[in-house]
């Protein structure tokens, strides 16, 4: 059983892939509706894929370009295979392919989802749901499924060509690490592609259809209603799918290499052996990842209510059942699985500590506990500042009666103000989890959120296909009593998405931290000292590219949604009788125009994430690239934060006038020139929510991950152990690590490690002179202590 | 001549105090106008004095407890005298003083400047310059004199008690920081109390005035309009100088402790010896500062006009003329200066290198020209986002004609966008400078920006003036051609306040960088290295607190603009005849809600920057301080130039629509629903610009100056040095540094120096294990080097 143990994510996967093909051909059976709903429901799904091809044409260039380059880094660097580009084209077809299942299923649930609701709000929720469920089982699934064959192939190839367990494999995790970069790279384009695609033909069809022809949302005389639609298939569905897609392998990736380091550790003296082939701190990862998908599995059974008069509360009450379940039951066998593959003691070497630390396996266990307390509260604080009826969107309600101004005042600082207790409770996971068990614990308290990522991803994606449902509900022209009920299952669905969005930046967040420790160790700098200018400068310059990319992402949606109220207008003025409805609007130029715009617009952010760590590292080395991945990662914490909940607070500011709200005594409802201000702070928070602010996590994730790959050929930082260390036991001097010469002179940091009176004293020596001088140095420092 | 060089900051901030008297006493002798005006400029008076009084009586408690606070830390460290306690307090003192002088002159300056606008702009510009002229020397004299008196004093009584030079110069400088922070302390409080006040009266009095009962701006009618004067007053002036005045005193103290370290670096093996009674370095800076005071005078007679006809650009021309021959003076005078007070070639120890560094002395002349380069580039770029008919505020205006919600987007993606070339600017001026004479050159180049502070406070206050000279002849109902003229002056105010802007923060976050580096090299940690957990939890924290210090400033306006906007409503519903001009309304009450509200939420702010480092530093130790610290620092200077090149951005386009602009074709004046749409922008931009954005600065360096003071008290980061190294000559072990206890175990890191083959080589060991096992190890390693 043991040795075997890696077979158990593959089968886990391919059990929740087939339950996904099962779920779908439920989905698929269920009646459709009338030939109208099937029409609107065809065109939904017709742009989407047009988008979806339009946008797999153009990164099938990036991805050639980008191959290329990989290849000639795996030429020039012997510790990177050349396998790392097809694991990278893999990873970029696997997060492709994660986003299609989940837009198509998405786009066969809505109308089936409105004619559901026709019957009764429980058919509606179950045809919803397992629309969400295809599309998280597809991701969760392809991600673990992908991960564990490229890992097996690649432990065939390279484990045991060298005596060196942990050099093999460094190997194998470099190689893997191409099949997570390619899958976050594709999910930046498909998240901000998807995000201009929504909100510019979301704001488009509203700043022309409801303000100025003042016709409802949805409503079939407004050419950019089905591109609103599509919109929300691409960006909220096929968007958020390759984003989680390249969220959880990047996770489970980064534990893996920290898994890795604890190998690495513990063979000083013995090489590390256990019942696990002697990688078990690097596959629990993965066993965990597969066992959260059939905890997943078996959470989506409990997703249901019974009473058709069931409301909001009802309905989230069973979300959260299931939900909770499924990360009870991972937790659960978390437990028994860290007592099981990990060694019951552990030694690690801290940074900065002088010896390597004991830590009980156990300690992991608390570590992803403290992840998955920190995720909670940190949703419960996403919640707080997003729900309607609490103080924060209150406020927002309150500022709206003296205009769009002191909304917009007040939304900002609701946003900026929500990032002081997400970031305590962040600060207090990363220090928590570290002390527990270094940066292994941080990776694992990552793992731990993304474990369910399959349930997670259905509660998030039923929220749009409800919203969808909705949209062909109004669009068909149902009775009223169907929007009802898509309304509630997409009110909740508001909610999850916002509590979704709370764990998926902490656990970006988390991921990235591991990724960085793993850049760090790999290229065997001295940890990253801002106190160096250089590394203090490109700091300044990470914290500056979220807030870049943002302005980028906020610009484009402005501009195509320009184009889009440019061409509405236009057939509004040209087509006889379109406002009648006797006119027929051309939806396909719309769509065409949110296709153009998204795809065009989304280049430039995207080589910006992409190119800028390559040039720094390049420039001027590991240790200021190490600056400017923790610059990118501090302040794209603090803007995704921001931009997410100021866009939630703002969007259920002007939904509370839907009920009708109480602003100095007097009941105020839509219509009012109050809700007319809210709608202006929903408009402005729209690009926040769903552009900019989702992008920040990928934006991290990936900076680090193009740090971690290129990490093999920065100059002027790499370890020389080859040439002066000598590998037998008695050796002291662990490593060797020649710095950039400069001016004639060679520096030198020579690290040795003694032990006196049962004590290890490591040692750290900076030596400086010319080539021979230091070579003469290190001949006699061996010579001193051996 | 040398050793007396001390007295020539003193001669020359005293020139400039006389100055300053006989230009205040010329502006006081100009004709103040009508019984009308002199009414009128009598209440801005009076309510912004009484605003000052009731702040310097809630600043009189936090002073007295900070005293005590202070006390305590010197009673506990044997490196800080108690004298700090009464440098803080005049520090505190001299910047109340000069905020106040400032505010006095500028409200004696208003109703004269409309006097004189009635005669000719030459004349006008002469009095409201005139106004600033004072303001500037007020506040650059107060700070030298201020400075280098303590500095005397504090020689008098510490330098010479010890042998060593270095450690007495040190007590003399911690001291001096108190100076420092009582400055920085006062002018956060003064700039935050000052922001709300002006931004709270602006906001009610628009909201209602102009939009509700449409009265045009500073209508006497409006019982707001007082309060909005006084606010120009107590912001825009008093705010405006205790911020510099903190400013300038921060960053030549700074430069000044790193002088004292060139001292310690080139004391190694026999101490330093100069013509300038041995300190050289130290008093480098405040002599470029005191020739800087005379420079500015110089410069600001060659601000003036001669036809009456002239309009912006000959008014901006006359401004730039001053301010570059001013600059131009200092910089060749640093030239010799630090030709004649610098050792020819000088040795530092930067951080990493294995060697002391040469640093020939014409280098820190490079760094503070690119100092100044950099600081006119950021300059330039803030202008070109921020100006009148460039594209950005062009776009800005587009955006408005589809409404609020585009304009708004627009303005937050400039404000966004212009962090770009700013950041690289700044990232290149940090490593530039510090490359060519470390943190020392970092240290100068901010020196260079700050050294003509009163010819750019002078520009800077002319502007408020002019602003209040137009309300004063709005209120007087003088005839159109005094506020056409008044109107020049402020429009050219308002692009100088912008470009002062980019100075101000690129000189405060190289001031926050060079206390930094004091920081670290006080507390004698290894650098700040984010790969340790805590540190970069820290980093994350510290990079929250400037964004929820916005939020709460921007709060802390809408919640004070709310209560205005009660207020003038109750008035103009209560009292008979009030919009008629028949009934008086009563302004006191609108100033009396200015001024509580002011005071009552400038405090969790200021206490939020000034107790968070002191919690962490003594929760944490010295280098997760450190880390917080940065944090606050890249987040804060972001966050900055964000709000506001924003907030200067929206400004403008609202202003555009004065001259009329062309929107897709059609010229477009004020009263469009572009316009109004403009209008809500610059509502949002008004507390960015001028109430969270400036408070930004002082809130890095103020989190420096907090970190620095209690540095030596910061447990577990101590040098241990006294017990353990023997200071003679022979001795090879540099320093010992003892770490904090941990269960049981106590660390340390050794630093050694040795001499071999004539390189030096400087070696650092970390060892753990019981006190007696380390003091061991100790005798052992300097046994075996000796």
């Known amino acids: 059983m043991e040795t075997n143990i890696i077979y158990l994510p593959i089968i886990m996967a391919i059990i929740g892939l087939i339950f996904m093909v099962v779920k779908a051909g439920w989905v698929k059976k269920q009646p459709a509706g009338s030939d109208k709903m099937q029409s609107i429901s065809k065109s939904i799904k017709e742009g989407a894929l047009a988008f979806l091809n339009a946008e797999y044409r153009l990164l099938f260039i990036f991805v050639i370009i980008a191959s290329v380059a990989l290849f000639g880094i795996s030429v020039l660097v012997p510790t990177t295979s050349w396998m790392i580009v097809p694991a990278f084209i893999f990873g970029a077809f696997f997060s492709a392919l994660a986003g299609n299942i989940g837009m198509r299923i998405a786009t066969e649930a809505n109308a089936r989802t409105s004619e559901a609701a026709k019957t009764s709000l429980p058919q509606?929720?179950?045809?919803?749901?397992?629309?969400?469920?295809?599309?998280?089982?597809?991701?969760?699934?392809?991600?673990?499924?992908?991960?564990?064959?490229?890992?097996?192939?690649?432990?065939?190839?390279?484990?045991?060509?060298?005596?060196?367990?942990?050099?093999?494999?460094?190997?194998?995790?470099?190689?893997?690490?191409g099949f997570s970069l390619g899958a976050e790279s594709i999910a930046l384009?498909?998240?901000?592609?998807?995000?201009?695609?929504?909100?510019?033909?979301?704001?488009?069809?509203?700043?022309?259809?409801?303000?100025?022809?003042?016709?409802?949302?949805?409503?079939?005389?407004?050419?950019?209603?089905?591109?609103?639609?599509?919109?929300?298939?691409?960006?909220?569905?096929?968007?958020?799918?390759?984003?989680?897609?390249?969220?959880?392998?990047?996770?489970?990736?980064?534990?893996?290499?920290?898994?890795?380091?604890?190998?690495?550790?513990?063979?000083?003296?013995?090489?590390?052996?256990?019942?696990?082939?002697?990688?078990?701190?690097?596959?629990?990862?993965?066993v965990i990842a597969g066992v959260g998908i059939l905890a997943s599995i078996i959470g989506t059974f409990l997703v249901r209510i019974s009473s058709n008069d069931a409301r909001e509360a009802q309905v989230q009450r069973a979300l959260d059942t299931g939900n909770w379940v499924a990360i009870g039951l991972t937790l659960l066998s978390s437990y028994f699985l860290i007592q099981y593959m990990l060694p019951e003691m552990m030694y690690m070497n801290l940074f900065g500590r002088s010896e390597a630390v004991a830590v009980p396996s156990i300690n992991v266990f608390w570590a992803a506990c403290i992840g998955l307390a920190v995720g909670a509260l940190i949703s419960y604080v996403t919640a707080y500042y997003t729900s309607l009826g609490k103080k924060p969107v209150m406020d927002i309600v309150q500022n709206s009666s003296t205009g769009a101004a002191t909304n917009i005042i007040a939304g900002l600082a609701v946003g900026m103000k929500s990032t002081f207790w997400s970031v305590l409770l962040f600060a207090v996971a990363i220090y928590g989890s570290y002390e527990l068990a270094g940066f292994y614990g941080v990776a694992l308290a990552a793992s731990a959120m993304m474990a369910t990522t399959a349930m997670q991803l259905a509660i998030d994606a039923f929220g749009p296909i409800a919203d969808n449902a909705g949209g062909v509900a109004e669009m068909s022209e149902l009775e009223p009593q169907v929007r009802e009920r898509t309304d509630i299952l997409d009110s909740v669905g508001n909610t999850t998405a916002a509590v979704g969005k709370g764990f998926a930046i902490a656990s970006a967040a988390l991921t990235a931290l591991a990724l960085f420790a793993a850049y760090v160790t790999f290229t065997g700098i001295d940890g990253i000292n801002i106190f160096k200018a250089d590394v203090l400068a490109t700091l300044f310059v990470g914290a500056m590219i979220p807030v870049v990319f943002s302005a980028l992402a906020m610009k484009s949606v402005g501009k195509a949604a320009m184009e889009m109220v440019q061409e509405v207008r236009r057939q509004f003025r040209e087509i006889p009788g379109i406002l009648e409805g006797t006119g027929t609007p051309e939806y396909g130029k719309c769509v065409e125009i949110s296709t153009k715009a998204a795809l065009k617009e989304m280049l430039l952010p995207g080589l910006l994430t992409i190119i800028t760590p390559i040039i720094i590292g390049l420039l001027l080395g590991a240790e200021p690239l190490g600056g400017y991945m923790a610059g990118v990662c501090v302040s794209g914490v603090m803007w995704a934060i921001f931009q997410n909940n100021a866009g939630g607070a703002w969007d259920n500011a002007k939904k509370s006038f839907e009920a009708g709200v109480e602003i100095d005594g007097e009941m105020t409802y839509k219509g009012s020139p109050a809700h007319k201000a809210a709608v202006t702070g929903d408009t402005v928070g729209d690009p926040f929510k769903d552009t900019s602010g989702p992008s920040m996590n990928i934006l991290i994730k990936l900076t680090c991950l193009v740090g971690l790959v290129i990490a093999p050929i920065l100059g002027g930082h790499h370890n020389d152990s080859a040439e002066v260390v000598d590998h037998n036991q008695q050796q002291k001097v662990i490593s060797v690590t020649l710095a950039s010469e400069k001016d004639g002179q060679t520096t030198a940091t020579i690290k040795t490690l003694e032990v006196q009176s049962g004590k290890e004293i490591a040692s750290e020596s900076i030596i400086g002179g010319t080539s021979e001088e230091i070579q003469q140095t290190i001949e006699k420092v061996k010579g001193t202590i051996e």
Do not use: C, H
């Open 124 to 177: 509606a929720l179950k045809v919803s749901f397992s629309g969400g469920t295809v599309m998280g089982l597809g991701v969760a699934g392809l991600a673990v499924l992908g991960l564990s064959l490229w890992f097996l192939f690649f432990i065939g190839q390279f484990v045991g060509s060298s005596a060196d367990f942990y050099s093999d494999m460094t190997i194998v995790l470099e190689a893997l690490a």
């Open 189 to 286: 384009f498909a998240r901000v592609g998807g995000g201009i695609y929504t909100k510019a033909a979301d704001v488009g069809a509203d700043l022309v259809g409801k303000v100025e022809a003042g016709i409802p949302e949805d409503d079939p005389r407004n050419p950019a209603t089905i591109a609103d639609n599509v919109g929300d298939n691409v960006g909220d569905v096929a968007g958020m799918g390759a984003d989680l897609f390249g969220s959880y392998v990047a996770t489970v990736l980064a534990a893996m290499v920290l898994g890795n380091y604890i190998i690495r550790d513990m063979s000083v003296d013995t090489p590390f052996v256990d019942a696990f082939n002697n990688m078990g701190p690097i596959l629990l990862p993965l």
